[in-house]
């Protein structure tokens, strides 16, 4: 074998070793490995306690509606937002956190991570997390992924930028034309609530156009529920994590 070939080869197999450590953590989206493999990444929390999320905003269309419902029931709850979104609707940014609401980061754009170099990453992770504070006056907390897929150069810009990971315990699956706040609530309570972490969306930006309506729909159910059973909902902040 010929040094060249012995370099390339060499080459090749430093290249897969690290394709392969890039997206290992990509793993924990895998719903069943999760608990085995990051325990603590799902978010669960309090067991008297339920963490209320939504993803993809603030979107001018939707998010007053989430927020008109939550100050109904006086509840308050995390927004990860996108950069691009919040950039075009800083005022409602500013709304979320009067309203005591709490503000984290979902990336700049809702692109996998899986594709994107570690530079793109860290600039998509640190561009949003500047902009949340600029905008809101506080420093986010939490990190979570777009589609839920971690990998190491994911967690090594949100270690850099101070933010925790966090994904989910439960989700409604509300971002498909076929769901309804019905699916919705159905989905979500599959399994018990109490001390979970759940995810809704706010925005269609990224989901099926008007989908959110499914989440909004469910919502109020979903709050008498908790009521029902003796749980507070809110914030990551006060889930215990």
Avoid: N
């Avoid at 290249?15 to 997206?23: E, I, P, T």
């Avoid at 729909?217 to 908790?226: D, M, Q, T, W, Y």
């Amino acid at each position: 074998m010929s040094r060249s070939t012995t370099l390339v080869r060499a080459g090749a197999l430093v290249a897969g070793g690290l394709a392969v450590a890039h997206s290992l953590p990509a793993l924990t989206s895998l719903a069943p490995l999760r608990p085995l493999l990051a325990p603590g990444l799902s978010g669960p929390g309090d067991p008297g306690h339920v963490a209320l999320t939504f993803d993809d905003g603030p979107d001018p269309d939707s998010t007053p509606l989430f927020l008109k419902e939550l100050e109904k029931a006086d509840v308050r709850a995390t927004f990860f937002v996108l950069g691009r979104m919040l950039v075009r609707s800083p005022d409602l940014g500013r709304r979320l956190v009067d309203a005591g609401h709490e503000v984290a980061v979902h990336g700049w754009r809702h692109k996998p991570l899986l594709i994107r170099t570690p530079w793109a990453t860290r600039d998509d992770v640190a561009r949003t997390r500047e902009l949340v504070a600029d905008i809101t006056g506080q420093s986010p907390r939490w990190y979570r992924p777009p589609y839920g897929v971690l990998t190491a150069s994911a967690l090594y810009a949100a270690r850099e930028c101070g933010l925790t990971p966090v994904l989910w315990t439960h989700w409604g699956q509300d971002w498909t034309s076929r769901a309804t706040p019905d699916s919705v609530l159905s989905t979500l309570t599959r399994a018990p609530l109490a001390g979970g972490t759940l995810l809704l969306h706010d925005s269609d930006v990224t989901s099926a156009p008007g989908a959110w309506r499914s989440a909004l729909g469910a919502l109020p159910r979903l709050l008498e529920l908790c009521a029902e059973q003796g749980l507070r909902v809110g914030p990551l902040h006060e889930h215990g994590l």
